[in-house]
């Protein structure tokens, strides 16, 4: 039977997050905690394999207590069981330090039951790097397929993937041999509502939760803040843009104001001396 690890994270709404302007700093504080946007397609990419093929899906992520809000939000769109760890030796985690503790995670389940595939989101919204999912897999020595936004074809008997990755022009087609670990785009489906029943298990779940006492082999310089290399000297909002003209009325009336507006803007090119430029 197939079974999949969907890694997850609990992430600031950034939409709404804001900066603190004394420690140039993310208040996360000001911000909802929500599930990661990728990693909820991911987690839905899994239970969809998990309708098509059989098998189980296992949600895992690395934070503080609140992130079980996180791995209810998944039970809900369907995985089977959660997994989280949690201790103050992750605390300030990097990305490579994360893909370290996630990794001797995965480690651990795969004794509970093994693991054929690993499905994270393409990157988180609060990082943006698109980093730990790949550090996982060179973790684990398997095949990353990273900015899949289809699976084509899953053979766990000959022990086989087919997906395709997005590129800027298209797509291409890859086939990996199993188990591998897949980040996944947006656009590889839609996260529907979640079914009442879904939703009552979710609000009875209790994740599975482990320490750093709780993993095997574990070389804790490797975590937390002392196994992070990375160093960020310096967080910054971007100046808000100034300017602007709304256009009101009907469409034929916006579209009078727009004409005029770049035509002021073509007499002041003008005069500035520019050229090549035509309107």
């Not at 709404?13 to 946007?37: E, F, H, Y």
Request: glycine letters at 8%; charged letters at 25%; aromatic letters at 4%.
């Amino acid at each position: 039977m197939l079974h999949i690890v969907a890694c997850i994270k609990q992430v600031p709404d950034t939409k709404i997050i804001k900066m603190n302007p004394k420690t140039n700093t993310m208040d996360r504080a000001s911000a909802p905690a929500i599930l990661n946007p990728y990693d909820a397609h991911a987690v839905e990419e899994a239970v969809r394999l998990k309708k098509r093929y059989g098998g189980t899906v296992s949600v895992l992520t690395m934070g503080p207590p609140p992130a079980v809000k996180a791995i209810k939000k998944c039970i809900e769109i369907g995985a089977d069981a959660g997994y989280m760890i949690s201790d103050r030796a992750f605390a300030g985690a990097d990305t490579l330090a994360t893909s370290y503790a996630l990794t001797k995670a995965i480690e651990k389940i795969s004794k509970i039951k093994p693991v054929d595939l690993i499905i994270c989101g393409k990157m988180t919204i609060d990082g943006d790097t698109g980093q730990v999912g790949p550090g996982i897999a060179r973790r684990l020595d398997m095949p990353p397929l990273t900015s899949v936004n289809k699976v084509k074809e899953i053979n766990v008997k000959e022990g086989y993937a087919v997906v395709h990755r997005k590129l800027e022009d298209g797509y291409e087609v890859i086939q990996s041999t199993m188990p591998c670990l897949m980040s996944v785009e947006k656009e590889i489906n839609e996260v529907p509502y979640s079914s009442m029943s879904n939703m009552l298990k979710a609000a009875r779940y209790q994740p599975i939760i482990w320490a750093v006492a709780d993993l095997e082999d574990v070389d804790r310089p490797q975590l937390g803040l002392k196994g992070s290399p990375t160093i960020v000297s310096k967080v910054w909002a971007p100046t808000k843009p100034s300017g602007g003209t709304m256009l009101e009325g009907d469409a034929a009336q916006q579209s009078q104001q727009l004409l005029n507006i770049l035509l002021e803007k073509k007499e002041l090119f003008a005069v500035k001396g520019g050229s090549g430029v035509e309107f």
